[in-house]
């Protein structure tokens, strides 16, 4: 079944501000970061102790930057692969809180599945980037997705949509802004501008 959010404010489809196209801006020498949102993180990921702490890099010329795991109270880098590393969702958001870490974000592996009624479920996200230019197309495999959990990355150019496949899924970058992942990395997770709903989505395996 699916597993709804807590109920957010609708908003318009689209990137960063409600969704909305971005403008250009001078590259700033610390990339900018919206407070991330627990409210809207959906309450099954959030009882799952899969989550880490990380730190922003410095930003590219495109405006990306590198997000790298980090020991909360020892400021160092650690592989987030490892589930010694992972912390509940209380401990990274005080963490957070605490001005400790950049962000939070959940640990996807094909190794430790969720169990919801019995069923074993793979959490897994499509990540789009820069996705002012690719806008339409979102929409539209928004929709036939069923409306999954979707939300703007840390940098505001992005999109990230959360559903759970029950089988792990081969992913990795497919190019033109788009990559699918269901293990072997973390993902950030923000909760900004939040809409859909979280559930099992077998579109993601097409």
Request: with cysteine; proline share 9%; net charge positive.
């Amino acid at each position: 079944g699916r597993h709804r959010t807590n109920p957010v404010h609708p908003v318009r489809m689209g990137c960063g501000k409600g969704w909305s196209m971005m403008a250009t801006s001078p590259l700033p020498t610390a990339p900018r970061l919206q407070p991330v949102q627990p409210m809207n993180i959906p309450e099954l990921l959030q009882q799952q102790p899969r989550w880490l702490c990380w730190k922003a890099g410095s930003p590219k010329p495109n405006g990306k930057f590198g997000k790298f795991p980090v020991d909360p109270s020892k400021g160092r880098k650690i592989n987030g692969r490892d589930p010694a590393n992972w912390l509940n969702f209380a401990q990274a958001m005080t963490a957070y809180s605490n001005g400790l870490a950049d962000g939070i974000g959940f640990a996807l592996s094909d190794q430790h599945p969720v169990n919801v009624d019995g069923v074993e479920f793979y959490v897994t996200v499509l990540d789009f980037d820069q996705c002012h230019a690719t806008m339409e197309e979102i929409k539209a495999v928004w929709h036939e997705l069923g409306q999954p959990f979707i939300e703007v990355s840390p940098s505001n150019k992005g999109l990230h949509m959360w559903g759970l496949s029950r089988a792990p899924l081969r992913g990795g970058n497919a190019g033109q802004g788009r990559e699918l992942y269901s293990g072997g990395r973390f993902m950030t997770m923000t909760g900004i501008s939040a809409k859909g709903s979280f559930g099992e989505r077998p579109g993601f395996a097409t």
